[in-house]
């Protein structure tokens, strides 16, 4: 009998050290997978070299300039890419041969186009006065050329402009961001224009005008909160006074009632 509880504990013993063990392969091999890209793309007037994580970029090739740009953000640990810029020049002329011979090779089939959507907002809560950014996306198009422009109340707008890199999508297109600083001002208008292939000539305009509701400027805050305060106590106060009155009134017609029942008591 001792035998068998002895062997019957140390089986349960043993599943057990399996079950922990297995427990333990399990929490060990929990991983976060990441979605590492390089693209690289030609057009008869445009090419391209992105190198991203999970939809962002990372890298990529500024062929004008003749180097490579790291575009992480400051606060991360800077990288290197030795090469990458040599390699993304090798890929280019690979990739306008192969243009060439699918074009032939497919006798110029028509190009796949898809329209971009727009969408416009400020980077931050509107103040009267105080800079901000508006914000212009464009989305879900290809192929990447896109042209984006601004206007204020109308007229053009030729500075403090900025524009991202394209940045590719899970379906195969592309979206950007461009940018400019504004200070907002009442009545304002702005609006972002954007033209790409598939539009056919019709472009599209987002427009966003400054929202006087809840545009208030730092400057005049204070002193519209003292004036508002001010009001409502002055409501405060002739409220006051008007039920303080109707209390010593309803006091006085109680009195007087009192008195002219003891005066008729006292003469009965």
Known sequence: LLHTICR??????GLWIVLIYLLSLDVCSISV???????NGCSDTEKESVCGSDGEE??????????GVNTLPDFADALRFPGFYESSIAAQEAC????????????SPPEEMDPPETSIYPKNDVQLGVEN?????????????????????????????????????NDGTFHIFSSVDIVPEERDIYSCTVNHRALQGQAQTKIWGVPETTAVSPRLGPAVFCGAGFTLALL?????IFFFIKAAATRNTDTAEKEKHFMQ????
């Open 8 to 13: 019957s504990s140390f089986i349960s013993l």
């Open 33 to 39: 997978l990441h979605n590492d890209f390089k693209i």
């Open 58 to 67: 990372i890298w990529h090739a500024d062929f004008i300039q003749q180097m």
């Open 96 to 107: 306008k041969q192969n243009l060439a011979v699918c074009i032939k090779a497919y006798k």
């Open 133 to 169: 950014s508006l914000v212009c996306h464009v989305t879900g198009f290809f192929p990447p050329p896109v042209n984006i422009s601004w206007t204020k109340n109308n007229v053009v707008v030729t500075e403090g402009e900025s524009l991202s890199r394209y940045r590719p999508r």
């Open 236 to 240: 405060g106060a002739a409220t006051g």
């Open 265 to 268: 008591w006292t003469y009965q």
